[in-house]
């Protein structure tokens, strides 16, 4: 009867009564079916859009958290500073006693009174944590004293010089490296760490941007995926 759906008006006229009878049926049956199928694909999109709702809000929600944990983890280094390089000719029993000397080296006294803790990280750095982040502060305005200071640094065994550098979570320096990278490739003007927070600025005349985010990064300049675009940069 598949062939009979195109029929012509000639071959209606030699159906009879019965046949005619059954074609109306087939095409109310095709009929009906196409209703339902019309009320189900009503009803999936109508799912569909739930559920991109959905998942733009519990995608929402883990920024949030994300950012949280972020924050959470940088708040702990806040009054931290990082020192490199740290020779490997200098044993873990004598680098704080080494660390407060360089450090004394800014012109301002530093003893165990005011370093808790000073610890070796991997790549040839230490990590030292104040009991005061005013100490901190001041020691890391002073940091550029140093580089006046290397005689001195080289009678300490800090043979290759010291810098001193913020103390950034690992998610911190993940983000950090992505805007220095677009600095690098003249995407953005300026990008800076200040009071435990990454800055990016557009332009030289642009506000500051504060970013806690991949997404942070994305809005900013236009992009549905920082790491696809980075990637496509090299």
């Known amino acids: 009867?598949?062939?009979?759906?195109?029929?012509?008006?000639?071959?209606?006229?030699?159906?009879?009564?019965?046949?005619?009878?059954?074609?109306?049926?087939?095409?109310?049956?095709?009929?009906?079916?196409?209703?339902?199928?019309?009320?189900?694909?009503?009803?999936?999109?109508?799912?569909?859009?739930?559920t991109k709702s959905l998942n733009r809000e519990l995608e929402k929600r883990i920024v949030s958290l994300e950012i949280d944990q972020l924050k959470t983890s940088q708040y702990q280094r806040k009054e931290c500073l990082e020192l490199n390089p740290i020779n490997?000719?200098?044993?873990?029993?004598?680098?704080?006693?080494?660390v407060c000397k360089a450090l004394s080296l800014t012109g301002i006294p530093v003893s165990h009174k005011i370093i808790p803790s000073c610890h070796r990280l991997k790549g040839n750095r230490a990590i030292v944590k104040f009991i005061s982040r005013k100490d901190r502060n001041n020691i890391y305005a002073k940091r550029m004293i140093l580089k006046e200071k290397s005689?001195?640094?080289?009678?300490?065994g800090f043979n290759d010089g010291l810098y001193i550098c913020e103390s950034l979570s690992n998610a911190n320096k993940n983000l950090f490296y992505k805007c220095r990278t677009l600095k690098k490739s003249s995407i953005v003007d300026s990008t800076w760490f200040f009071n435990n927070v990454?800055?990016?600025?557009?332009?030289?005349?642009?506000?500051i941007v504060k970013i806690f985010h991949n997404s942070d990064i994305e809005k900013l300049i236009k992009v549905d995926n920082i790491d696809d675009y980075l990637s496509n940069l090299n």
Not at 11 to 21: A, M, R, S, Y
């Open 1 to 50: 009867m598949a062939s009979k759906m195109a029929l012509t008006r000639n071959q209606l006229k030699n159906l009879t009564k019965e046949e005619v009878i059954e074609e109306c049926l087939k095409w109310s049956k095709i009929s009906t079916q196409l209703d339902n199928i019309e009320k189900e694909f009503t009803a999936l999109k109508s799912k569909l859009k739930s």
């Open 151 to 156: 005689k001195e640094l080289k009678s300490l």
């Open 198 to 207: 990454i800055n990016i600025r557009l332009t030289p005349s642009s506000r």
């Open 88 to 98: 490997e000719d200098i044993d873990d029993e004598n680098l704080e006693s080494l």
